[in-house]
């Protein structure tokens, strides 16, 4: 089917508030961008409205369906909303999303049983049913990882020391105050003895990966340094998670964001997926590749292209602020600034960037920089971080972990750039 240039284009993107810089992105080069926002609550609050308001060529909407007949591409840059997905697919709508795959992301059963079918490494775990049954399965236990299913709001991945140091935390959890706290289903996983975490971050298209990814290592949920790589180049067991993964998302149809993280070691382990855009490094992506509004519009249509950009390496770093999770934040930075930080469940009043009360806390966004090394990346993010408000703080000295890491990966043959890693110093120093 022929479509429309980008500039003519019509996008409709429907998010819970994470990945409003992907409907800014797609807004620099389409026609227009209408934003569904985070999806309505019997008690309705204002910040709910505000999200995604007040931007120049993006509107806000309440729903898709108010939209669904002028735009020629929907895009869904996280998990959720598989059923308006599977509608649009329907209908026969171009759709850039996961398709209903993200249950392979959200549902730990789901994942595991599909490595097992798929012939791949599992990684070792109990299934527990119940608080009162996970704290006597951990009483003799040390070093586990606990996750559930879907209800991530109220459990992350948890990590499990001892009884010693970690009962209190147990008992005292609000899923023992829930009459469904024998309901829930907990998977105890052991250690993954890894020498190092790799992964890559690219998209699955008409059951195709592009040729060239973005290839990352991060300090979670800090910071992060990436390349432009071919995949070709990349460690074989990263590669073939991909190559046998891949088969299992393209029986959804999936035409969307997808990412890794596999545990290198003597048995290589795939460990989560990420059937959406990755946070991180989805911010840095958004100004490395140059096409990507073009490689989702194309995506939705079943087409599946390489990435464009101008400088190989990306960095990204969070930004915190003091305010509490229930108050507004105010971005009030200079112009040539705006283009480089990325913030989740923003407005915009008066020509002010806000941050909305959300779920996040003391997260404001991600400076983010690309450059032709490393050294220059850093220099350009010690610059950026000078130029922002006051009562905001950005955190460089957690890429001095991200640079110990990549001098570690290459030491197992694994690389981003064959450029020289430079010394955390250069972060530091003035």
Not at 21 to 49: F, S, T, W
Not at 88 to 104: F, N
Not at 166 to 174: E, R
Not at 338 to 355: L, M, T
Request: glycine residues 6%; contains cysteine.
């Amino acid at each position: 089917m022929k479509i429309k240039p980008i500039s003519e284009a019509v996008f409709c993107v429907e998010d819970h508030g994470l990945f409003f810089h992907i409907a800014q992105c797609l807004a620099e080069q389409a026609k227009k961008v209408y934003y569904c926002g985070p999806p309505e609550r019997v008690m309705r609050l204002l910040e709910d409205d505000a999200v995604g308001d007040g931007f120049e060529n993006i509107e806000r909407v309440e729903s898709i369906w108010e939209v669904d007949e002028i735009c020629d591409a929907f895009v869904f840059p996280d998990v959720g909303f598989g059923w308006d997905q599977k509608k649009l697919i329907r209908e026969g709508r171009p759709v850039w999303g996961h398709h209903g795959a993200d249950e392979l992301e959200t549902h730990k059963g789901k994942f595991l049983r599909k490595l097992e079918e798929l012939g791949m490494e599992v990684p070792p775990h109990e299934i527990v049913i119940g608080m009162d049954a996970l704290v006597d399965y951990l009483s003799d236990k040390e070093d586990k990882f606990i996750k559930v299913s879907k209800w991530r709001g109220n459990w992350d991945t948890t990590h499990y020391r001892n009884r010693e140091l970690d009962l209190l935390y147990l008992l005292g959890h609000p899923f023992n105050r829930s009459p469904l706290r024998n309901h829930i289903k907990f998977y105890v996983f052991d250690r993954i003895n890894a020498k190092v975490e790799d992964g890559i971050d690219s998209w699955r298209v008409g059951k195709q990966w592009p040729l060239t990814v973005f290839h990352a290592l991060e300090k979670k949920d800090r910071s992060l340094i990436g390349a432009m790589q071919s995949l070709s180049s990349i460690h074989e067991d990263v590669r073939h998670v991909n190559d046998l993964f891949g088969p299992a998302l393209d029986e959804y149809g999936y035409a969307g964001a997808f990412s890794t993280e596999v545990r290198l070691g003597e048995v290589s382990i795939f460990n989560d997926p990420t059937c959406r855009f990755g946070s991180p490094p989805s911010q840095v992506q958004s100004v490395l590749i140059k096409n990507l509004p073009e490689v989702i519009y194309h995506g939705a249509h079943g087409e599946c292209l390489e990435p464009e950009y101008d400088d190989p390496i990306g960095a990204q770093v969070l930004i915190t602020t003091d305010r509490d999770k229930d108050e507004w934040a105010t971005l009030d930075f200079r112009d040539e600034l705006k283009p480089f930080v990325k913030s989740a469940f923003v407005c915009e009043v008066d020509g002010v960037v806000r941050v909305c009360p959300n779920p996040l806390e003391n997260w404001a966004g991600w400076l983010v920089a690309t450059g032709k090394t490393i050294p220059e990346v850093v220099e350009t993010l010690k610059e950026r971080k000078e130029m922002l408000p006051d009562g905001f703080e950005c955190d460089l000295s957690s890429l001095c972990d991200v640079l110990r890491s990549l001098e570690d990966a290459k030491e197992e043959g694994i690389e981003i750039t064959t450029q020289r890693i430079p010394s955390p110093a250069t972060v530091v120093s003035d």
